[in-house]
């Protein structure tokens, strides 16, 4: 887990804040290519993809958007629409 910020929770324990991204531990570079360094990711080497996920995780108090190209990549479903189809087709 790679994120824009980062923020303390009351146990005194970092968590991401602002935007994350998906990030195996011991690469350079995100699920979706950028890298930690020019970008200026923070790494969460202990907090899992989905804790950070803002319907669901435990740790997504300060998570203000997820990467939708890492979303991807670590498995989130192309069926999964923000939208819903209000009238048939004809």
Do not use: I
Not at 48 to 70: I, M
Request: net charge positive; glycine share 10%; aromatic share 6%.
């Amino acid at each position: 887990m790679a994120a824009t910020g980062t923020w303390t929770d009351p146990d005194g324990v970092r968590r991401p804040a602002g935007e994350v991204h998906a990030w195996h531990s011991g690469a350079n570079e995100t699920v979706c290519g950028l890298s930690l360094y020019r970008s200026s990711l923070a790494r969460f080497p202990h907090v899992t993809w989905a804790d950070v996920q803002p319907a669901t995780g435990g740790h997504a108090d300060e998570v203000e958007r997820v990467c939708p190209r890492c979303a991807a990549g670590m498995g989130k479903r192309r069926d999964e629409r923000p939208w819903v189809r209000t009238r048939p087709r004809p």
